[in-house]
């Protein structure tokens, strides 16, 4: 199962993690992903859903 949010595709993303003394190693970032019931495509399925996506009213919640 992919962590990725079926709304906006938002993933994972890669960068470095910085000590004080500036040496550099490799860190990755994951998005809030919730599995939450929305209505997809007229019907009621479980799916990935970042919590931007929530928040914002992007996706209709099914009960």
């Known amino acids: ?3 990725v949010c079926v709304v906006c595709g938002k993933g994972k993303s890669s960068g470095f993690r910085v000590s004080h ?3 550099k190693t490799k860190r990755v970032w994951r998005p ?3 599995k939450v019931k929305i209505m997809f495509r ?4 479980r799916l990935n859903v ?3 996506c929530l928040k914002s009213g992007k996706v209709e919640r099914a009960l």
């Open 50 to 52: 970042c919590s931007r």
């Open 42 to 45: 007229g019907t009621p399925r």
């Open 32 to 34: 809030n992903i919730h």
């Open 21 to 23: 003394s500036n040496r």
């Open 1 to 3: 199962m992919a962590k």
